[in-house]
């Protein structure tokens, strides 16, 4: 078991609707030394990729991204959430329905600060259905940029998202793959990597 599915099995709380409380360490209180750790794992995982730019989206993705650039040495660029209807022609624009919310949100980024030239790596907190990581990538093919692999903490193995991303030909690279968890009794379960 490596250090990211101990701190869940920890402190982790499955809650229903397949939804894993991890706000004491992840999402909104932060462990940064955590973070850390993580931020090497993937540094190690993507080595020898010409990795010049990670993206990722707000908000819980990051704090998480900001700390793994540092093992990469490149900037961090997130995509906004917008609500605004008049997107101005200097953005890339992509549609995103949450989780978690069950809303759909509109997310943006500058045409300044994507370019063919950057190789980027996607950076996020979870995978469950794969939506977000389908508006980043659209984003990163409008801009005619390269998408070099997907850095994600925590998959939850038994939703959709990760087959259909491992399917796309992408190297996704999550550190915990939740394979099953119960609400009524706390058990989560991990995919043997
Ligand atoms: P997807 O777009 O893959 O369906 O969902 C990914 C996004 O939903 C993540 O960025 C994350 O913010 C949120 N999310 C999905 N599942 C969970 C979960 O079990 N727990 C928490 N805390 N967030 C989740």
Not at 41 to 65: D, H, Q, V, Y
Not at 75 to 91: C, H, L, R, T, Y
Not at 112 to 121: E, N
Request: charged content about 25%; some cysteine.
């Amino acid at each position: 078991m490596n250090f990211l599915e101990e701190r869940i099995l920890k402190d982790g709380i499955v809650k229903e609707g397949n939804v894993l409380k991890v706000d004491s360490f992840l999402n909104h209180q932060m462990d940064i030394s955590l973070f850390n750790e993580m931020g090497k794992e993937w540094k190690k995982r993507f080595e020898g990729k010409p990795i010049n730019k990670i993206l990722t989206i707000e908000a819980s993705g990051i704090g998480i991204a900001c700390v793994a650039a540092q093992h990469f040495n490149v900037p961090v660029v997130f995509a906004k959430k917008s609500k605004s209807i008049n997107i101005e022609g200097d953005m890339y624009v992509a549609e995103v329905e949450s989780f978690t919310h069950k809303n759909v949100n509109q997310v943006i980024v500058s045409k300044k600060f994507l370019s063919p030239d950057d190789h980027i790596l996607i950076i996020d907190d979870f995978l469950a259905n794969g939506c977000a990581l389908q508006g980043l990538i659209s984003i990163i093919h409008d801009a005619n940029a390269t998408v070099e692999g997907i850095g994600i903490a925590i998959e939850k193995g038994f939703q959709v998202g990760g087959r259909a991303i491992r399917n796309l030909g992408y190297q996704l690279e999550s550190l915990a793959i939740v394979e099953s968890m119960d609400a009524s009794t706390g058990h989560v379960e991990f995919r043997q990597q």
